[in-house]
Every structure is written in structure tokens, then in C-alpha cells.
């Protein structure tokens, strides 16, 4: 805290006038970084102003982060003291951003100046005070602004004396105003206290559509795991429906000691193929892999041809081991013992997992295990990878996330993390804040019309979408959530809707999902019957009654719909019938504007009216419009806020309306 | 920022698991203090948690600003990571606060003991790993804790062999716990990164009626204005009100020069009296007394006389000088010149203000004009004087009025000063968080039930009142609003109650408020005519008509009602008619409650159904309760919500119910 001593020093020193206070976005007072993707501008607005009525200049400065030399870009007053400015982030990286502020002396005295002479006041005595004013700037300037000013002065003071209504004009002009506030006193300049940070990520941190798959399933025979080589086909299937990132489940050796069997046994047969998560055997650990999907050489043939389709390979990072992994043996001292002298398993108790051991993060030889588990990231990364799914971060430390994600964005900045954690809010949140680029959400279980608008309202219109950026998984291998369970393929259309056109991110775990696999392992349960957890399946993907053809025109929609590439433009519209949510997204110039109806009843025809907030989609009061149902090529005229939507989930449990104003 | 080495390091070295974050109240990341009285407790919370699924505790420390020792208060969790506690300020001057917290490993374990146990588990294993933790801590631990530690150990060791069941038992003790947290790893603590200040003032900040008067209007004779000796029969007139403070205009010698004559004429009669915001003349300065006025002693006299009664004196503060103040003689380096020689006199531009001179608080001798305006407040202080109203204080540098309130405090903490700032919202705010210890506000303004319920919930129920404390003026000698004018005798009667009831802390300029003195300089102004500002009122403060015993019953009222001592439990009560107003207090306990209905329109009788937030009085859904109203000592029995009102302007304008729940 200041001392009223050093408090005298610094007001009396130089008397910075201006205050700067309110900056937004900022997170946590700057602790934290804003996300942003390439390309994007960033809106900043503050408060800024001063003691009595002066005339104030503000400006946004901005930089890389490794770069020292700042760039400035206006800022504007918006109302009552409220200003703002933007930037553009042009390169992937790290940005920081602050404000500066001054009085503006002369703006100030040459619009008292103009007042007065409006008012028919004698003005020869104020003229003389601009002259002044430019006098001083002059004697800070140098070379061409020094005479420019010296001649502004000189010229200023005869008109003032001969011609005083054109002094008055010529006080106005922009560049004197430009010139003087070029050549001010800077000591007396306010800096906000802060710098802010922005990290800048590639445009797939925002927008894609995500496929989760086994790739062992790829095969037309249980008994017969399948490989890389195996997956060609399964790849040209998942980018026909249109799908932008293949993420597929753990790829490397899998642990034999305590092995899981078929629906999570404790006693498998000898054949069982084993949980991909309880990673490393003896052929290996974490940049190894498995030798039944294939080599590294294999894996980068699919990762070539996935890209050659348009689809980007994601793998999943899984911090732990099973019990044969190498390091188990080679890297004793990264294990918790207990008592007995065995490797501390996980737990949550009373429940034992004695097939996965957790790395101990406060071991005294956590430097080495730290940068072993970062090495890992950077081994795939090395091999050309850049989209990870990181698996439950929530029980790692923090700082372990902070320091690997900084440091691998620091020679990797296009890398995508994607966080699996599915637990409380803030410490969702705060990895998300740690530099995690997209994050799971709470979306499989927030199936009714107001569940779904506080939640997502929270994560798209307050201040957690500058950190959190939501990627919406209507199922996972863990999560077959109630309403897919009993709401069969009618729950699996609306979901898969909801999640594409409320998420500029989201993804399915497939092809249970477009199979609409809804057996639990028992009622009550969350789990699947039958988990490609514990075996290989094999999945008919010509299947005619598979939502296949659903999800290839909802994804050619998002992509070509500009509306659905962000998230910041959600906004929700009352409907009076609760089985229905109605919402809508634009693009920024308001040149494409999706209206989304669902009928989140898999049973029944609902139907009711929708009061279209009319300012979000900037319709007039009255205003007839077209609602162009890109689900079906149906097109309507609709007046107003109030119309009238039906919809049958037997049929087709969603309008995707393009709105199209007319007149 | 962190260098990704720094962060290795620091993450590496000691690694504190535990996040404390969203802290509240917390002013603009700490850099102005929160606002409370002596005697109150200063709730606080925040979000704290970890990676994972560990127990943990947090502390709220706290100190004087002078002392170095912490004191310690716990913390609880109340829902989702968000924890509370609270500490009391019993003392005038500066407080801070802030929060820890760790990871109680122990408790952690000794939790998980017990799930186990439960589940039939064997836990002979599990138990060891408590005798590692109590070891652990008994290791650190001195004296006796190193004693009972570890005896604790071999006890739990010994029955973990022999009777498992109570070593369960055993480990769960809070002793135990208490122990191995006292005994803890400190260097792991997270400490909350900032210290949080608090200004503890005198209840007076909070609570209190004011009543500002010309000393020189004292007098049956505008010829022959009133001296202090004259305002002793005034006194005990405002003190049988039930006021609490009196504010005196300002009493120093007026200018001669510029003098303003009756009706802010700029060619005053030879006995015009002036302005008394004239400051100085040949006679004096800030620190003088007006010598029609009276001696210092006679003002000494009037302050004990007013102490007698129950009235502290308040002094006006106005940094601001006519041109015959001996300061533009001695100290013409204080003010600035104008291009022609002569010192600049204030201006709005067009408007000029030639009787007054502003100081120049951005001259080279700034620093010796700040520490003679401080010592002004100085010199009052120490004749005794602690309540200042501050003319126009937006109108001279943040930083000074930073350096002089925090100056002026530490020596005398229990100094109130109330900014007189009508200007744009965030500077007003800022001036709050600068130090001020009140504030006037846009109350005058505020007619309507919508803009004073919007108005008022964001004064007292949002972070605003954690240093904004309102002090609402139906009228001052500058405000005489356009409600005012027109409704009569009824519109100021509704305005009084409001402010009285609204505010914890309110004023009225008098007498011309309780004798309705509405009469404008002219339509459209808000100024009086015959304004007191340049003449010396006769009042009538016998005059039959007088608001005289509505105010001092509303003033009895208040004193007796704990729920009107504060303004953080305010809240609205929908009426459905706009015309009427109502809102509730209640006291910290429930045990005082007070519903205020206003009638608006001073001209109609109005009726409607009040809809009574009936949570907001702790009241059941279909209860019974009697309202008393306390100004006519009707008493009404309502049930549940909705209830019927109806209030005649010409009679009564309000009720101020008692509410007395029944049963």
C-alpha cells in the first residue's frame, strides 16, 4: 500500500489527470489471457476520463508478445465516458494490450474558443492562450512539426489581432489538433496499469466438427482388431458426412496386469482386447504404438489421407499407466507408494481402479516426470499432430497444465487442447483460463429449454466466453446420457442438431451415435452396453436408418453458414410451448442469420409461437421476412415477432431457418 | 508476464495446488478500499479449491493497516468452491484483509478411511498411510503438538493392527485434525495475491439527518443578518426536528469584488450581502470567520450548544477564491494568468464567473497550494469540527483529493467528508473510491417508481455500495426541481419521506424545504428566486402549514427503527400502479421491518395492490401480518402477497409500516 509520503510524490511529481479503469475483456485483473482466433479484431472499451470538463484522447496499444514496440489504433467515445478501439490479430501467438490517455489542452481551448465566439464574446484575450499552447508544443517539437507549429502560433496570434472570427476557424482545423497532441507533454500521459494478454489460435479452435472413434472397431470382424490400414475406409465415410477433426482413442500399447474384460470385468478372457486408457505394455508407453493398429509410418499414411480429405487426426493424451507400463518400472520414483511397498493405484473411494496407476505430481522427482509428460505432447507434435484431447486435466495440478501448455504453445502455437473434464464449474473454468483451448461442458445433461438458455447464455454472453470456448459432445464412450437412452432416434436427431447449431464446436463419438446406440449397461446408468471401452465392435454404417444423411446436410449447413462459426451471437427467443427452444446466430455484417427451432420431445408433435426477438436479427417491428428451412428447402413468410411453428420428431425434430428479410 | 523458465520454477519449487479466486467485496482489483463502521462485520468470499477431490481449508486473515500480525478467522465452504467468513472492524482508521488456503491432507485421507471402512473394505493398509501423515506432521511440529503427534501415530498404528473399527474412529478427531493443520507444510499455503483495504468510519458515515442552513438568515430582519449568538433559537428548532447534523453555508469573510447582488444580479446594492462561496476578502480567508458572523469563540459556542442538543456542526469546504482573497495577493502563483496579466476567473464556457478564481492545481507550486488547502481542513479539525460538505469537488484532480482525504485521516479518522459532485456517474464513483466518505447523487432527479428503482438497486445492491455511500437532497440552495415547483406542500412532503426513508443518510436545506418554498428564478430553472445564496430570508418557521411535525415524527422513526440505520437490505415491491412506490428495510435479525408505500402523484389520490416480496420479510406464503404505520398509528392485518392500497396526497402521501408478523 502507498504511504501518504509516497503518495505526495507521485500526485505532485507529474499530475496525471486522466483515469483508466473498467478495461474490457480482462481476466481475473489480467491474470489470465483473452482467447482469440486469427484474423479476429479485438473490441476493447474502457472508462476513461478526467477531473472537470476537458477534452480527452485515448488510445489502444497493442503488440505481439515477444515483440517491445507497441501499435496504436484510436479509441472513440462511445457515451458517458465510455471509450473504445479494436485490433486485429493477424498472427498465431501471444498479444498484449493496453490503453493510454491524456488531455487534450488545445482541443479543449479551441472548443471553449468556438462556444465563445458563438455566443458573440470578445475572443482577442483566449486566442492569445492558443497561442501559448501551440508555443509550448512547439518548443517540445522538433524538425518539420517545430516550424509547423511556430508558424500555427504566429499566424494564430495575427488573425487574433486583425480577422478574430477567422482565428476562430482556423484554431479548428484537425491537423493543429493532431499536431499539438503529437508533440504533448508524455510525462503527464496516463498508462493503465495493466497489460493484458491474448492468446491467438488457429480458426479451428472456434469452428469444426469433431468425429471420436475406436479405430480398432474398423473391421467387419470382432475377432479381428482393426489397423490403421483399416481405418481408410471408415475415413472416407466420417469426411463424407463432413466432419473437420478425427479424433481417435488412445493408440498406443495397452496394458495386460489387471486388464478389463467385456462391460468393464474384472475377470476377462484371454482374448479380450483391454481399455485403451490403461496405456503401456511392454512394447511400450505413451509414443508408442499399439502393434495391432499398425506402425508410425501406418499412422502418418492416415493422417496423410485424412487430410487429403479435409480431415485433421486428433489424438487423445492420457496422463497415467497401467501397471506395465515401462516407466512403471524404469520410473518407480514417479509413483506414490503405499504402505505396503506396492504402487498406489487410483481411487475414489470405496471404488479401486487397480488397472490405472496415477503419476504422483508432488513427488520429489516431479521435474523429470514434468518434462517427460511434456515431452510426450511434443513427440506427437514432432510427428506432425496438432489437435490433442486431453484426458480429465482436472485431476492434475494447475500449474503442471499452465507451465506445459505455455511451453508447448511456445514452439507449437497452432496446437488445439481440447479439456475432458467434466466436474465443477470453477475448476472447468479455471483450465480453461490455463490455456486449455476448447473445453467439454456440462451440454449432455442439460436437455430441457430453460436448462439449455442459462447455460449457454452464461458461457456466450458474460465474460467466461473470453476463456472458455465450449465444445458440445452429445455422447461420449462415457456419457449415453437418459434422453438418448429412451428417446431412440428422434432424441438422437434433436440432440445432434442442438449440439451443431448451438456449438460452432462440437462432436460425436461414432458410429454409436449416428446408430443411435442407446443400451445401457444397466438402468441407470450412463455407461454402454457392450463399450468399445473393453472390445472391438463392429458397426454397420450402412445402416439405411442411420442419421448419416441427417449429419451430412446439417454440417454442409454449418459450413456454409457464417452465422454458425461463432458462438458470440447466440441469442434465444421465448416460445410458449416449453417442449420447444427456439435461437438464433448471425454473422457480423448481419449478412447471414440462422434461426434454429427443436422440439426437444422425441415422443410428440409439438407446436406453439415463437416471439422472434425481432432487434437481434435487426427486423423491423413489422417487417415481413422469410424463414428458408434448410433442413428441408420449405420456405415461409413470416410478419413479425410472433409466429407459429410445428414439428414432429417422427419426422424431423428441427427447423434450421436461414432468414431472409424482405423489403 | 512469466517467462516459461520463471513458471517452471516457480510451479516446480513449491507447488500450491489451491486456487483463490472472485474474492468479494473487492474495489477494481484492490486499489480502493471497501467502506464500512465501526462495529460492523466485514463478510467475505471467495472461490477456493484444487485439482482433483482433496479436503481443504481457508482462512480469512486480517489487520489493522499499522499492525504487521495477521489474525485469523476460518472460512467455510457454502456451496460449489465458494467459501465465506467474516471479520469484525472494531476500530476507526484502515483494515486489511485477504485469504488462504491449503490442502488438508490429512483430513483428506481420514475422510476416505471412513468411506472405505464403510464399504467393508479392509483398510489395514489404508490406515498406515494416516500413521505416514501424522508422522509427517509430527516431524515439523515442536513441543507439545510434536508430543501428541506422535503419540497419535503409534496409537493409530497399534489399532490399525488390532481393531480397525477404532482406528476408524480415532482418525476422524478433530483434534487430530486440528493438529496435523497447525503442523502443516506452510511453505505449501496459497496465499490470495493481493491485500484488500478496508476504511472503517464512524457510524455517523452511514446514518444521519442533515439539515444545512444560512447562519445568516438567523434574523427577524433582512436588514440586520443573523450572527452565530443569533442561531442559538434555530438550533434548538433543527435539534427538536431530530436532525443529526448542521450544515452551516459557508462562513468566511465574501469578496467585494465581482460581488453578486439578490438574484445573482451583476450590479449589486452597496448592502448586498453576497455569496458566501465568495471566499475571502480583507478580512480573511478560509480560515476566518465571517465578521458579521461572529468570532471564532462565538462559532466554539455554537458547536457546543449544538452538541448539547444532539447536532454535530458541519463545516462547507469550497477550494475556491473571490478576487479580493488575500491568497491572490500573496500567492498569485497559485492561479493562472490569462494572456492579458489577470488572473483567470472560472468558466463554463460561455458563461464567465469573474467572481471566482479557480485555483491552478497543475502549477509549478502545486505543491505548496495543496498543503495549504489541506491544512485548511487541518485547522478545522483541530478547532473540532469532523463533518466537511466539499464544494465541487469533480472539479480539481483525482490524485489531490486521493492525497489529501488518506492525509487528513490518518490523523483524525473519524473526519466524514460528503462530496458535493453532480456530474457524470463514473466520476462520481471515482471521487467515492478516492476517500470521500459520502456522497450527493442523482436522487433530485429521480421522480418516477422506474427510475428510482433502478436508481437505488444499483446504489445498494451491487458492488457500487461497497464504497459509494448516498446521501440524498430533496432540495439544496442550487436544486429546487421541477416536482418541486409544481406539486406544492403534497410534493414535498412524498420527496421528504422518500429521502428519509430511502437514504440512511438524507438532508434537507431549510427552512425553505419544510416551508415549501418552490417559487423558481424563472420556468424552466432549477434555481430560487430571492435565492439565499445572495440575500440574507426571513423565515416563519412558526408558520402552521410547516412540514415541521411530519419531519420530526419521520425523524423519530428513524432513530427507533434499527431496519432505516442502513441501506444494503433495500428491495422493491411491484405495485401495479406506477404512481405509488414501495420498498422494504429490515434490520440484520428480522426483528425490526419496515414497508414504505409513496404516493408519487401529489396532486391525485391514487390506490393499488402492492406485491410483497414476502421472502424478502422472512414471510410465509399465506401468512398473517399486522402493518403498523407508524405515521398515523394505523394498524392494518394483511395475508400473503397482495394487498390493497390507497393514499391521498392532500392527507398523507405514505405510509411507513411496522411489519409485524402474526403467529
New interface residues.
Given amino acids: ?1 502507498d504511504t ?1 509520503a509516497t ?2 510524490d ?3 511529481s507529474t ?3 486522466v ?1 483508466i ?2 478495461v474490457t475483456p480482462e481476466v ?2 489480467g491474470r489470465f489471457a483473452i482467447k482469440r482466433c486469427v484474423g479476429d479484431r479485438v473490441r476493447v472499451q474502457a ?1 476513461v ?5 476537458d477534452q480527452l484522447c485515448a488510445r489502444l496499444l497493442f503488440r505481439r ?1 515477444e515483440e517491445s514496440d507497441w501499435q496504436e489504433s484510436p479509441m472513440l467515445l462511445i457515451e ?2 465510455r471509450w473504445e478501439g479494436e485490433f486485429e490479430v493477424g498472427e498465431l501467438g501471444r498479444y ?1 494490450y493496453t490503453i493510454m490517455g491524456w488531455v487534450d489542452a488545445y482541443g479543449t481551448w479551441a472548443a ?2 468556438a ?2 465566439a ?2 458573440g ?1 470578445d475572443i482577442s ?1 483566449d486566442a ?2 492558443g ?2 499552447l501551440l508555443q509550448v508544443a512547439r518548443d517540445r517539437a522538433k524538425g518539420a512539426d517545430r516550424q509547423e507549429l511556430a508558424y500555427a502560433a504566429e499566424r494564430l496570434r495575427e488573425l487574433a489581432r486583425g480577422n478574430p472570427n477567422v482565428a476562430v476557424d482556423f484554431a479548428q482545423s484537425d491537423e493543429l489538433k493532431e499536431l499539438t497532441n503529437r508533440n504533448r507533454d508524455f510525462t503527464q500521459d496516463t498508462r493503465y496499469e495493466r ?1 493484458l ?1 491474448v492468446v491467438v489460435d488457429p480458426p479451428r479452435a472456434r469452428f469444426g466438427a469433431w468425429y471420436e472413434m475406436f479405430p480398432r472397431s474398423c473391421t467387419t470382424d470382432a475377432k479381428r482388431p482393426g489397423t490403421f490400414r483399416d481405418c481408410a475406409t471408415r475415413l472416407a465415410y466420417v469426411a463424407s458426412m463432413g466432419f473437420d477433426v478425427l479424433y481417435l482413442a488412445p493408440i498406443h500399447p495397452i496394458g495386460l496386469t489387471e486388464r478389463k474384460g467385456k462391460n468393464n470385468s474384472l475377470t476377462p478372457a484371454a482374448d479380450d482386447v483391454g481399455s485403451p486408457w490403461a496405456i503401456g505394455g511392454t512394447e511400450g508407453g505413451h509414443k508408442s504404438i499399439h502393434p495391432q493398429l499398425g506402425t508410425l509410418e501406418d499412422l502418418k499414411g492416415l493422417q496423410r489421407q485424412a487430410r487429403d480429405l479435409g480431415l485433421e487426426v486428433a489424438l487423445d493424451i492420457a496422463y497415467q499407466c497401467s501397471p506395465d507400463h515401462p516407466y512403471v518400472k524404469e520410473h518407480r520414483e514417479w509413483f506414490r507408494e ?3 511397498g506396492t504402487v498406489q493405484y487410483a ?4 471404488k479401486k481402479y487397480q488397472d490405472i496407476y496415477p503419476f504422483d ?2 513427488s520429489k522427482h ?2 523429470e516426470l ?1 518434462e517427460e509428460l511434456k515431452s510426450i505432447v511434443v513427440y506427437w507434435a514432432e510427428q506432425g499432430f496438432r489437435i490433442f484431447r486431453v484426458d480429465n486435466p ?7 497444465w ?2 506445459l501448455i ?2 508447448v504453445k ?1 514452439d507449437y502455437p497452432d496446437v488445439i487442447l481440447l479439456s475432458e473434464a467434466f466436474t ?4 472447468m473454468y ?1 483450465l480453461a483460463k490455463l490455456g486449455f483451448t476448447q473445453s467439454y461442458t456440462y451440454f449432455a445433461w442439460k436437455n430441457t429449454s430453460a436448462e439449455l438458455t442459462e447455460y449457454f447464455t452464461e458461457m456466450t454472453q458474460t465474460p467466461v466466453r473470453e476463456f472458455f470456448r465450449p465444445n458440445l459432445w452429445p455422447n461420449t464412450p462415457d456419457i449415453l446420457n437418459e434422453y438418448l437412452q429412451k428417446g431412440g432416434r428422434p432424441a438422437f436427431a434433436a440432440r445432434f442438431i442442438l449440439a451443431a447449431t448451438l456449438g460452432a464446436s462440437y462432436g460425436i463419438y461414432g458410429p454409436a451415435f449416428e446408430l443411435y446406440e442407446n443400451r445401457p449397461i444397466e438402468a441407470g446408468s450412463e455407461e454402454y452396453l457392450n463399450s468399445e471401452k473393453y472390445e472391438v465392435r463392429v458397426w454397420d454404417t450402412n445402416n439405411p436408418n442411420s442419421l448419416k444423411d441427417l449429419i451430412t446436410r446439417v454440417n454442409a449447413i454449418r459450413k456454409a453458414s457464417a452465422a454458425l462459426h461463432g458462438d458470440w451471437t447466440l441469442r434465444f427467443h421465448p416460445v410458449d410451448n416449453e417442449q420447444l427452444i427456439a435461437y438464433s446466430k448471425v454473422s457480423e455484417d448481419f449478412s447471414d442469420m440462422i434461426l434454429v427451432v427443436v422440439n426437444l420431445d422425441p415422443r410428440n408433435r409439438q407446436s406453439g409461437w415463437v416471439s422472434v426477438a425481432l432487434k437481434d436479427l435487426k427486423l423491423g417491428e413489422n417487417q415481413a421476412y422469410q424463414v428458408h428451412d434448410l433442413l428441408t428447402d420449405a420456405r415461409y413468410v413470416w410478419h413479425g415477432s410472433i409466429n407459429f411453428v410445428q414439428l414432429d420428431p417422427s419426422i424431423l425434430p428441427a427447423h434450421i431457418f436461414r432468414v431472409h428479410p424482405i423489403g
Same sequence: chains 1, 2.
Wanted: zero cysteines; a negative charge; charged letters at 35%.
Fill in positions: 500500500m501518504p503518495l505526495v507521485r500526485a505532485l499530475l496525471r489527470r483515469v479503469e473498467g481475473d485483473a472508462d476520463f478526467a477531473d472537470g470538463h508478445a458517458n465516458d498484449v471553449d474558443l462556444k465563445r458563438k455566443a464574446a484575450v492569445l492562450r497561442v501559448e497489460e494478454p503405499r504402505p505396503d481411487e475414489n473411494p470405496p505430481f508432488e516431479a521435474a514434468w482436472h485431476t492434475k495440478p494447475f500449474a503442471f499452465e507451465w505455455s511451453d511456445r465443477r464449474p470453477r475448476v479455471q
